[in-house]
């Protein structure tokens, strides 16, 4: 058994997935125009005619001539508007509406408790509702095919972090200290509209030792266990978070013992997940467009 004051992160440094850089998704882009090239290469390749005469020798080398530098003019071009186009997004610093994102390991504390709500403060075994920040999350999903992207209609969106005082609902942790099995508060999946649209109403989340401020995710295709599924987890600005933790019930708890940086799951692509909360009345709103790109 840990210690409660010993630093552990209850295999969630355990990292899957690969993350993709601005290269790899310009690259990505650029994968129609690729594939073309890859294409004519293999038909030039392939001819493997035997003339009959002299004549249709000398006709055949000047039209494979011909043909060859077409080819060769075609692939030219096409290689330079690939080029062009990848160089003018990356020098303007534009990509996709949706960002494939990197996927993070899903950590011990996911439940599949199907509670199908888009407010998840409330816990349905006694209707207690959770104190804390208000925290309204808007999330836009779209999958990446052939480099564009496309609302994902009827996807099923789970989320499930801690409260205020870093308590996961439904779980025993001997390590961190508590058993709270039976309990479903911040937990929940809704499912997204025809645009990719899915929004959830919860609070900001606390923190417990050995992670920094995180909310866990997953985006299924169904509740089926074989569905298909991409689980990441969601990042919050230091200052944002120690601004809140300053007030009730957070400060309760102290001073938070590790911030973004020390966090190795953050390490890993944190920073291409990171929420932007904006203050709307007495909370927060936070909107983010979850691209993934289904295997």
Not at 81 to 109: I, K, M, R
Not at 147 to 160: E, H, L, Q, R
Not at 211 to 218: G, L, Q, S
């Amino acid at each position: 058994m840990k210690a409660k004051n010993q630093l552990v992160e209850h295999d969630d440094d355990i990292p899957i997935g690969r993350v993709l850089t601005r290269r790899d998704m310009l690259t990505m882009l650029a994968g129609t125009s690729t594939t073309i090239l890859l294409a004519a290469c293999g038909a030039t390749q392939s001819s493997s005619a035997q003339p009959a005469t002299a004549a249709a020798t000398v006709a055949q080398t000047t039209s494979a001539a011909t043909t060859s530098a077409a080819t060769t003019a075609a692939m030219t071009s096409a290689a330079t508007t690939a080029a062009a186009t990848t160089a003018a997004a990356s020098n303007s610093g534009t990509l996709p509406t949706c960002v494939v994102l990197p996927e993070l390991t899903e950590g011990p504390y996911f439940v599949d408790e199907k509670l199908n709500r888009s407010d998840i403060r409330s816990d349905p075994s006694d209707n207690s509702v959770k104190e804390g920040t208000l925290l309204k999350l808007v999330f836009n999903v779209s999958q990446v095919t052939s480099g564009a992207c496309a609302a994902y209609a009827g996807a099923y969106v789970d989320i499930w972090h801690c409260d205020a005082l870093g308590t996961y609902s439904d779980v025993v942790d001997n390590g961190v200290g508590f058993n709270t099995k039976g309990k479903k508060f911040l937990r929940g999946y809704h499912v997204t509209d025809a645009n990719g649209k899915v929004e959830f109403t919860t609070i900001y989340p606390g923190w417990y030792q050995g992670r920094t401020v995180h909310i866990h995710f997953k985006v299924r295709s169904s509740l089926d266990t074989k569905a298909y599924t991409f689980t990441s987890q969601f990042f919050f600005d230091d200052a944002t978070s120690d601004q809140i933790f300053t007030q009730a019930p957070y400060a309760s708890k102290g001073t938070r013992t590790l911030k973004n940086s020390g966090d190795s799951i953050y390490r890993n692509g944190g920073s291409q997940l990171l929420l932007k909360p904006v203050k709307e009345g007495n909370g927060y709103t936070a909107t983010f467009n979850i691209g993934i790109q289904k295997a």
